[in-house]
């Protein structure tokens, strides 16, 4: 059994120009050294690849058992001329919600 | 001057599109100090300035209008001092706008002060070598389609603008969070170089900056983020102290939802590094930050740092860029995705024979692909909408584009239907450049008399 990112953080998604930055947030502050250590840069970026050209950079922010993902390139070159429907890209938190990660263990899951 | 013990600041609209009636409610109830709408988004001002060339009376928000309508009254019988960027590029015109409509409401002559200065055009038009922050190139490659350029002022002006005693405040560009910070430091007579309650301030300003994103807007999700009566959602609120305690709340009666949850997505929002989220009033650091619920709907806010501010404002440059032409059809059924695909190879190849090109241009197959792209493996689904839309400097192959696809309907694959006219609508896009802030003036002037 895989573990979602769903099924241990919320999300949501901010814009600047042509890059996307996604929190993603810990239901239970428990999980939040598995996230450290599974929802990487890499794995971000491939889930990522058919959107964005990246790099990604992941921020940690430890006190609010959050993390914050910079992706660059993510945007169809930037809100005021892509040619996407969601132009911000408010929609993207759900391909960071969709990601699949080793199981976490079923005792850990909120 | 005797100064407050605490005092609360309600956010009124987080976009020039927001809903209004949350935020005549929040007046009413919400016992409220000042009532901040944020009404300016990155190219609304470059939107507005080109208003305002069509009209010199023209270039504030339009939404000011129905805002003072509906604020007014309640705000002036109250003594809530109003603070807004609805004088977007044309703040004294919007101050002439909003003093006819306090008149028109039988409420008198209401003086108004005014914020200038963010207007940085003659300024950075003679600076061709600046290096725009999102590519990397001089600003010299978009002065040919140069529209405007806006510095994001601070809460110092906001703050001096208030010292006047003028109920109402409008400022053209400042960021968003000095609207907020603006009248803490006008209440407490903060330093601006206090930079432990700056902090504070501008991690509450971020906070409220949004309206309902921080009650329960672009939150809820069904059976895992529930958010009560959703429909009757309140805007939010800071009670701040003078030693910079903050705590949040929200209309009372009102739907929604404001906890550390709903905090901690709004703090995060449109942030890179959260140890430097960069505004001109400092450089704030949110790694430090702790989230409490005193109490329901209640949450306090600890621990925001900030470094001393940059020496450079943040400009947006404005420019046109051409234009976007877009249409859609639909496909349902056996095969739809096939025919769908089918069609949008037929009008590609339709616009091609006609000779257009186009700098960008962009197939969408919508209930499919539209939103996060095609990755493998992606189930069909039982209809599919196809959405074309390509970006160009002539505005006839704009217009193709819809054209060509609205022609599905008795020139391409079978069974297509509920084709939509031809959109074409013109770009303005913004980019950034760093100015030194020595190089802009600043202005406070008053409409009316006080």
Redesign the interface.
């Known amino acids: 059994m895989s573990t979602r990112v769903y099924d241990l953080a919320?999300?949501?998604t901010?814009?600047?120009?042509?890059?996307s930055?996604i929190?993603v947030?810990c239901y239970d502050e428990k999980n939040w050294d598995f996230l450290k250590e599974h929802l990487t840069e890499a794995v971000v970026m491939k889930a990522f690849a058919?959107?964005a050209q990246g790099p990604v950079k992941r921020?940690e922010?430890?006190?609010?058992?959050?993390f914050?993902f910079?992706i660059e390139r993510a945007l169809?070159?930037?809100?005021?001329?892509s040619?996407?429907?969601?132009i911000h890209g408010?929609?993207?938190c759900?391909?960071m919600l969709a990601i699949e990660l080793p199981s976490v263990g079923n005792e850990q899951k909120q | 001057m005797s100064r407050k013990q605490s005092v609360r600041i309600g956010a009124g609209a987080g976009t020039s599109d927001d809903r209004m009636t949350p935020a005549l409610e929040l007046a009413e109830r919400g016992e409220i100090d000042y009532l901040v709408f944020e009404c300016l988004a990155?190219?609304t001002v470059a939107r507005e300035n080109q208003s305002r060339t069509k009209d010199a009376n023209k270039g504030y928000s339009p939404s000011l209008h129905e805002r003072a309508q509906m604020v007014l009254p309640t705000c002036i019988k109250k003594g809530i001092r109003i603070v807004s960027n609805m004088g977007a590029a044309n703040p004294v015109g919007g101050a002439k706008a909003m003093r006819m409509e306090a008149k028109n409401l039988g409420l008198g002559d209401v003086p108004i002060a005014v914020v200038l200065g963010d207007d940085v055009s003659e300024i950075v038009r003679t600076m061709p070598q600046l290096t725009l922050?999102?590519n990397g190139e001089p600003l010299e490659s978009i002065l040919p389609t140069f529209a405007s350029a806006n510095a994001y002022l601070g809460a110092d002006l906001v703050a001096k603008a208030l010292d006047t005693g003028a109920p109402i405040v409008l400022t053209g560009r400042v960021a968003d969070p000095s609207l907020f910070v603006g009248p803490m430091m006008h209440e407490f007579g903060w330093s601006y170089d206090d930079y432990a309650k700056l902090a504070q301030g501008t991690a509450a300003g971020h906070l409220l900056e949004c309206t309902a994103s921080v009650t329960g807007g672009?939150?809820g999700?069904p059976g895992?983020?529930d958010v009560p009566d959703l429909a009757n959602n309140g805007y939010p609120f800071a009670d701040v102290t003078p030693d910079g305690k903050i705590v949040l709340g929200k209309t009372p009666g009102t739907g929604g939802r404001l906890d550390v949850?709903t905090c901690?997505?709004?703090?995060?929002?449109?942030?890179?590094?959260?140890?430097a989220y960069i505004t001109p009033d400092c450089v704030l650091d949110?790694?430090?930050?702790?989230?409490t619920e005193t109490g329901k709907d209640r949450v306090e806010v600890k621990?925001a740092v900030a470094r001393p501010r940059t020496d450079t404002y943040k400009v947006v440059v404005g420019y046109t860029?051409g234009y976007?032409g877009?249409g859609e059809v639909s496909y349902g059924g056996i095969d739809a995705v096939a025919r769908a695909r089918w069609a949008a190879e037929i009008v590609k190849e339709r616009l091609k024979r006609r000779g257009f090109t186009y700098e960008?241009?962009?197939v969408?197959l919508?209930g499919m692909s539209?939103?996060?792209?095609?990755?493998n493996g992606r189930p069909e689904p039982y209809e599919v909408r196809l959405?074309m839309?390509?970006?160009t400097t002539d505005k006839k192959a704009a217009h193709a584009v819809g054209f060509e696809v609205r022609a599905m309907h008795m020139h391409g694959p079978g069974g297509a239907g509920g084709a939509c006219e031809p959109r074409v609508r013109d770009?303005?896009?913004?980019?950034?450049v760093l100015l030194p802030r020595h190089l802009v003036k600043t202005q406070l002037v008053v409409e009316g008399s006080l």
């Open positions: 919320h999300s949501r901010g814009d600047k120009g042509n890059t930055n929190s947030i058919h959107i921020y922010i430890r006190n609010l058992k959050a914050n910079v169809g070159g930037g809100v005021t001329i040619l996407a429907q969601d408010k929609s993207l759900n391909v | 990155e190219r922050m999102e672009c939150f999700w895992v983020k949850m901690t997505e709004q703090l995060i929002y449109e942030m890179h590094d959260p140890k949110i790694t430090g930050i702790s989230l621990g860029a976007i877009e960008d241009f962009r969408d919508i539209s939103l996060h792209g095609e990755p959405r839309a390509g970006r770009v303005l896009a913004v980019k950034s």
